[in-house]
């Protein structure tokens, strides 16, 4: 990972923990698996993912995503991402 990667990620998990949430990043290590360098954000007090599927699939977010969801209103939050994820 590039240095400045790296700094835009900790900036986001500083922005994450600001609002309440924690940005948790796919611990695999293939990077032809699927979840790959993706994210999740998680409510710190309830450990609950933040930002959801309607289906019971896991969300794994880009860090331009997680960015674009940590600077977007609370209240337009649920359509923000493809319009199939919900707050």
């Known amino acids: ?3 400045s990667e ?6 986001l998990r500083r922005m994450a923990e600001r609002q309440g949430y924690k940005l948790r990043k796919s611990g695999r290590r293939d990077p ?7 994210y999740q954000i ?12 309607k289906s019971s699939r896991e969300v794994n ?3 331009d995503e997680v960015e674009r969801w940590l600077t ?8 923000l991402l493809s ?4 707050r």
């Open 1 to 3: 990972m590039e240095t």
């Open 6 to 11: 790296k700094v835009r990620e900790n900036r």
């Open 32 to 38: 032809r698996a699927w979840d790959y360098g993706t």
């Open 42 to 53: 998680v409510h710190s007090a309830l450990g609950s993912l933040a930002v959801a599927q």
């Open 61 to 63: 977010l880009t860090i």
């Open 72 to 79: 977007t209103d609370k209240n337009r939050r649920t359509t």
């Open 83 to 86: 319009g199939t994820l919900q």
